[in-house]
């Protein structure tokens, strides 16, 4: 097999997991509690990935919303005391703002991704080119 099959195939595997979460998560500066509308955390994505976020709604009325360069994710919740998570995908260096009303125990964490082409290339042909 020639090395341009090779680098397609090893490609084209990598593509089915290449969007997956790493494992590895960043926890993200939050605040643990909102009341009224609020921002809970605005940062810039560290990696490519996805922002997950975590919490409990206090009230027959929270809810939670994420907003990107690329993106947006919301969630309302109809009832005290029930826990939720979501997420949103993002590219390194977007800027992520996490907003609410009425949550509490909130926890944001960046959660990586598996790797890319780059990442794909030196796993399969042992890093012999630096592109």
């Not at 605005?42 to 993106?71: C, H, L």
Request: hydrophobic letters at 40%.
């Amino acid at each position: 097999m020639s090395i341009k099959n090779q680098l397609r195939a090893a490609i084209l595997s990598g593509g089915a997991t290449g969007a997956s979460p790493s494992g590895e998560a960043v926890s993200i500066n939050c605040k643990g509690t909102v009341g009224e509308w609020e921002a809970i955390s605005t940062f810039v994505a560290p990696a490519n990935g996805y922002v997950q976020i975590q919490g409990k709604s206090t009230g027959v009325d929270g809810m939670a919303t994420m907003t990107s360069t690329s993106g947006y994710a919301g969630m309302n919740w109809a009832t005290s005391g029930l826990h939720f998570g979501f997420s949103l995908p993002v590219k390194k260096g977007e800027t992520v703002t996490c907003q609410g009303a009425r949550l509490a125990n909130i926890a944001v964490q960046m959660l990586k991704l598996v790797g890319g082409v780059k990442a794909l290339w030196h796993s399969s042909f042992g890093g012999l080119c630096h592109a």
